[in-house]
């Protein structure tokens, strides 16, 4: 009983230390939420969320700009369509012959200009024209797929955020965990009592039995040393009525 009141009683240490760990988790929070502020996160999440929206509403209007008839009034607008989702390379070309017919146009206005410059504008035009058609469907699907993993990425982006708001607003971190403790310490506390208990019970019942042990065990030893003390005195009496032996010569005489 002893034993097991002593690892109760480590175990009930124990507890105490899980509470000291406990205190200081949770001044380590407060000083977290007292330092951190979750705007910058909050902030750059918006943004990344208005340029998706952004990019979703440039897909769907090369989409419908690209389904639009191509004739001599649209053509322009079919081939930004088709631009959404060109190249880096393919882009840099269509610049340039941009800027080129930007030029060709104003110096037509000051003077007169070949038209074979105009042709091969065209020409080279035409040919990226065809590139951006002939990749259209492919590119516009890796566009869209790229989509849905963003849309994913940024929904669990604000979950992210919204647990960590919900964990800097929460003030008290170590409630389940301090009622776990309590609860365990409240029942550490129930047997150590209950061992305490017993063993004062058990020293009361084994103290009486010693003392009723060494009662009887004197009394034995008493009566004992009563009997002795009367067969002592019988000895003593046997001996003084006893006939005393007379001298030799009375005893031939009489």
Known sequence: MYQIQGQLSEQRALI???NVLLDEREQAHQS???NYQSTQSENLLRRLSAQ???????VSNAEQLVDIPVGEGTKESWMAGLATFAS????????????AEQRLKLLSQQRTMRPSYGERLARVKGVLAWQLSQQYLSEKWKSKQALIETEKLLANAQSAQNGFNTLLSTPKLTYEQRDSVSALQAR??????NTSQLIVQLEVTLTDKALALIQARKAYLA?????????MLQLRDGNMHAPVARDSEESKSE
């Open 223 to 231: 009566e004992q040393y009563a009997l002795s003390q009367l067969a």
């Open 188 to 193: 550490i506390d129930m047997h150590l009592e």
């Open 52 to 58: 998706f929206a952004t990019l979703q509403q440039r």
């Open 16 to 18: 105490d230390t899980y």
């Open 32 to 34: 977290r939420v007292a």
């Open 88 to 99: 880096e390379e393919q882009l840099a070309w269509l610049a340039r012959v941009t800027n």
